[in-house]
């Protein structure tokens, strides 16, 4: 190989390392259906605080006791910044009631619209990228 095609070869690798998170980003209706609210009341026992999207997980609990677990997709946490979100505005304990849409392949998976935070009734936008019904 020689020194052309060495530098052609960096530059190529270089272009797909810098495009990897922007392809791996997903649009909503690929791993979302608008045409399918839910409406989950649970306890949060986790938060991801990151990009390109927060997450909660709840635990919650249906009308025969049984508990699943579910993973809820927010915007990122820019957006829900410029919500009025903190760090601190949810925290692992909380008691939620996510309005949202069913996730498409994945069980217990949905991206939330809102979300009431129970102990203080406060309606909180989870900056979603649904548009649409």
């Not at 690929?30 to 026992?45: H, I, M, N, R, Y």
Request: glycine share 10%; aromatic share 6%.
């Amino acid at each position: 190989m020689n020194q052309l095609d060495c530098i052609r070869s960096t530059f190529v690798m270089l272009a797909l390392a810098a495009t990897g998170p922007t392809l791996a980003h997903h649009s909503f209706a690929a791993e979302f259906d608008g045409s399918k609210p839910v409406t989950l009341t649970g306890q949060v026992t986790r938060i991801e605080w990151s990009n390109p999207h927060a997450y909660l997980f709840l635990d919650v609990k249906d009308e025969a006791g049984n508990v699943s677990s579910w993973s809820i997709e927010l915007g990122n946490p820019l957006s829900l910044t410029r919500l009025g979100w903190k760090r601190t505005t949810v925290q692992v304990g909380d008691q939620l009631t996510v309005d949202g849409s069913l996730g498409r392949y994945k069980p217990n998976l949905a991206n939330a619209r809102s979300a009431i935070l129970l102990r203080t009734g406060e309606r909180l936008g989870a900056a979603s990228s649904q548009t649409g019904p």
